[in-house]
């Protein structure tokens, strides 16, 4: 029987956790229609569960985030490329 020693596991869930709180900087990944951002409210896992825009890659997913200092604040702005994004207000 193959035994892991304690360090190994808390040197490897460290590493872990310190990917994990690396790619949550970025926001979270939101399907959605390229080119068409919008607003999120509500979102825990996110700054905090307050507002945040996105903008939508090409690829369907989103690419950029806008974190708000507030609840019900984040409007979808109409760009003049025709895409849109979420903006704090």
């Not at 996105?54 to 490329?81: E, I, L, M, Y």
Request: proline share 3%.
């Amino acid at each position: 029987m193959k035994f892991t020693s304690l360090t190994t596991i808390i040197i490897t869930a460290a590493a872990m956790t310190g990917i994990v709180i690396a790619s949550a900087a970025d926001g979270p990944e939101i399907l959605c229609t390229p080119g068409k951002g919008g607003c999120i409210s509500g979102y825990a896992y996110y700054n905090n569960g307050h507002d945040f825009g996105f903008t939508c890659g090409k690829n369907g997913q989103s690419d950029s985030w806008t974190p708000c200092s507030c609840t019900g604040c984040c409007k979808v702005v109409h760009r003049a490329d025709g895409t849109t994004a979420g903006d704090c207000a």
